[in-house]
């Protein structure tokens, strides 16, 4: 098992910044995917970022692209989301989540590991 928890939600007005923090525990691998999620009230959680495990590389959601940067430290087994310039729609809650892939999905049914959330709010 794999156990997640965030830190670093706040209220922000917009344009400004916030750094999200995941603590990963338990069986834990560097070769795992880390990602990061959302969900705003009524809406359906969507992606938002991944980094995996093998290379590093990343892939974001068009709506966060050039705005958001996800970064991860093997050797404290955290991940990072870098959030700039945020707009009263990246309101919402930000899940982390981990799955033993290789391949990039942006599907949540597809990850195997989740946080509890922390709530991200953009005042305009």
């Known amino acids: 098992q794999v156990q997640l928890v965030e830190s670093g939600g706040g209220l922000v007005q917009a344009g400004g910044s916030l750094r999200l923090s995941c603590a990963a525990s338990?069986?834990?691998?560097?070769?795992?995917?880390m990602g990061w999620f959302r969900q705003a009230p009524g809406k359906e959680r969507e992606f938002v970022a991944t980094?995996?495990?093998?290379?590093?590389?990343?892939y974001y959601a068009d709506s966060v692209k050039g705005r958001f940067t996800i970064s991860r430290d093997n050797a404290r087994n955290t991940v990072y989301l870098q959030m700039n310039s945020l707009k009263p729609e990246d309101t919402a809650v930000y899940y982390c989540?981990?799955?033993?892939?290789?391949?990039?999905?942006?599907?949540?049914?597809?990850?195997?590991?989740w946080g509890q959330g922390t709530q991200v709010t953009v005042s305009s």
């Open positions: 989540a981990a799955v033993d892939l290789v391949i990039v999905t942006t599907t949540p049914a597809a990850w195997d590991y």
């Open positions: 338990g069986r834990t691998s560097s070769s795992y995917a």
């Open positions: 980094i995996r495990g093998k290379g590093g590389s990343t």
